[in-house]
């Protein structure tokens, strides 16, 4: 007997060193294209597959030779972390479900709690699954699941600073601030009566707008099957390497299931109708649970590659890579949120406006010709350029003292629009993006600066970008910036706010569809229903900063499309401006706007 476990724990042993190698190769492949490493991939996933079934046939044998329990986890931790860079690489949501059914099953049968040794290692080990754990719960909105771990890992970095004071764990001390502070300014854990951000058949699904839309079909329509997403921000919110920008537009670009998505829980196993005790070594996790927090009704989602602070040219190869590998009849959607340049970081002029007292701060000065653009717009908002000007102007995208080559300028976006392209630049330099050379593309362009009643919302290192809140979540935006304070106490007039902004975009989505002066960039990617949600929401974001900003500076402070959307819907039309008027009214903040009609 004991050389038949001395057999079971060298072949376990060695599928662990194999599997550990290969882990090893496919966590360096890039997280975008759509053929990296598919097949690697694969056959990793197949030799943890095999290792996890093999310790739950010989666990006993394996127990008595010794294995840990944290050694279980880690496993297990490893199966997640394949299944979150295999969501990372593809956006399916059933692989980053995969993952939080093994992270949460770690979590629950304590494998790394429950060993109480005083390995420093296995800490660290620790230190990281709580990490990955609380990427993969904020992703999937599972606030209480977050707040859980939060507690957890601050709990075991003070346990670590008490046992182990010769190692610095400043690190972590971080780690901890960073998921505290991305709480403090995400809603859905200030709120917990909140929308979600994904797209609902629920809540965002006007049926009304569906007859017409069969016009579109007639023509050429693109789908919208892949997205690049890019905040770049000095001392931005984020956790890890996903900003609070970034993780906006990736909730707003996902299916929200129906159903009971992500509510089911793992049901404790039974053996001879006996609860199993998880107190001891076990490798029981239910992989077909899936199938039960899925909703196979829904279509896919658009893959997303998400960048953290890339440089110029590693963002321009991103771009190149899917932009070759996009099927045809598709359109890409590009997000880029960055300043304009050094100076502007976390610096931009900002409005402040409430009732009838409106001060302006002063515009600060570049160290640079783009001083000159900045101060007369007007150039901009005509749309006429010369040559030169798509290299006047740029986002940001680096630390400081890097030079041109931390530089995007408006042509080096140029070459992509070969393919259908569809742009939404968040930026102080923005409308340098009104680029009438190469094809004609769709364009989403913020205003140069924000503007809020209350400064401190203005501060983008602690709020976000108030453009990109307005896509991602329009009230809430709305009710950050005329000081409207959200709580769960005002669920009804929540709840009535957002039937009015219901109603009034499924008015002006039929507006949209039947509108005979509609652009053809516009109408063949209007069947797509997380596009069509984007500019309906900027029609909504224009129109509000548009009664609320000063009306002679409204070329600072309203965002821009190209190419121009119907009249029909412009921020003066009858249809916009009662809604808005209609809400501003509801919510008791209308004296802090200005309406022509209303």
């Known amino acids: 007997m004991a050389e038949e476990g001395d057999v079971v724990s060298k072949t376990f042993r060695a599928l662990v060193e194999s599997a ?190 569906v007859q017409y839309m069969a016009r579109f079909h007639a023509k050429k329509v693109l789908k919208f099957r892949d997205a690049i997403l890019m905040s770049y921000h000095r001392n931005e919110v984020k956790f890890a390497e996903l900003t609070l920008d970034a993780y906006r537009m990736l909730q707003c670009l996902e299916w929200e299931s129906s159903g009971s998505f992500y509510q089911k829980h793992l049901a404790e196993t039974k053996e001879n109708g006996v609860v199993v005790d998880y107190s001891g070594t076990s490798g029981l996790i239910d992989m077909k649970l899936v199938a039960d927090m899925t909703d196979p009704t829904l279509p896919p989602n658009p893959r997303k590659a998400i960048l953290y602070r890339p440089s110029v040219t590693h963002l321009i190869a991103v771009m190149a890579t899917i932009c070759e590998e996009l099927p045809p009849e598709s359109v890409i959607l590009v997000y880029l949120s960055a300043s304009g340049k050094p100076s502007h970081i976390n610096a931009s002029p900002v409005e402040f406006s409430g009732g009838s007292k409106r001060t302006t701060k002063n515009k600060l000065t570049s160290h640079n010709s783009l001083e000159q653009n900045f101060s007369s717009p007007e150039s901009h908002i005509n749309g006429k350029k010369g040559f030169s000007d798509y290299y006047d102007d740029y986002l940001w995208l680096g630390s400081k003292g890097n030079g041109g080559s931390s530089n995007l300028y408006p042509g080096d976006i140029i070459p992509f629009t070969r393919r259908p392209l569809f742009l939404v630049i968040d930026s102080d330099s923005s409308h340098a993006f009104k680029a009438e050379r190469g094809e004609k593309a769709a364009l989403l362009l913020s205003p140069f600066r924000p503007m809020f009643k209350d400064p401190f919302s203005a501060d983008i290192t602690q709020n976000g970008s108030q453009f990109t809140f307005f896509l991602s979540a329009p009230l809430q935006a709305f009710c950050q910036m005329t000081g409207f304070a959200l709580s769960d106490s005002d669920i009804e007039v929540l709840n009535n706010a957002e039937n009015i902004l219901s109603t009034a975009f499924s008015k002006w989505e039929v507006i949209l569809c039947k509108s005979p002066s509609l652009d053809l960039v516009w109408a063949q990617v209007l069947s797509d229903p997380f596009l069509r949600r984007l500019i309906i929401r900027f029609i909504f974001c224009r129109a509000v900063l548009s009664a609320f900003c000063p009306p002679e500076e409204s070329e600072q402070y309203v965002p821009v499309c190209l190419p121009q959307l119907p009249n029909s819907l412009s921020p003066k039309a009858e249809v916009v401006q009662s809604s808005v008027s209609q809400l501003a009214n509801h919510l008791n903040v209308a004296d802090g706007f200005h309406f022509d009609n209303t």
């Not at 507690?151 to 960073?178: G, I, M």
């Not at 505290?180 to 929308?195: G, P």
């Open 20 to 209: 550990d190698r290969k882990f090893a190769r496919v966590r360096d492949f890039p997280s975008y294209g759509r053929a990296q490493g598919q097949h690697y991939f694969q056959k990793v996933f197949k030799v943890y597959m095999r290792l996890w079934k093999y310790q739950q046939e010989h666990r006993t044998e394996l127990v008595k030779a010794g294995l840990n329990r944290w050694e279980i986890g880690e496993i297990a931790g490893r199966i997640g972390q394949l299944y979150f860079g295999k969501y990372t690489r593809t956006s399916e949501a059933r692989f980053l479900v995969e993952a939080y059914v093994f992270y949460e099953a770690i979590l629950k049968r304590r494998y790394f709690e429950g060993c109480k040794v005083k390995d420093l290692g296995v800490r660290f080990k620790e230190l990281r699954f709580y990490a990955r754990f609380l990427m993969v719960s904020l992703i999937l909105n599972r606030t209480q699941t977050v707040k859980v771990v939060v507690e957890k890992l601050k709990a075991l970095v003070d346990d670590c600073n008490a046992n182990f004071r010769e190692t610095n764990f400043k690190e972590w001390k971080l780690v901890v601030q960073e998921i505290v502070r991305f709480m403090n300014a995400d809603t859905t854990f200030t709120i917990a009566s909140v929308r979600p951000f994904r797209y609902s058949a629920i809540f965002d699904c006007h049926p009304n707008s």
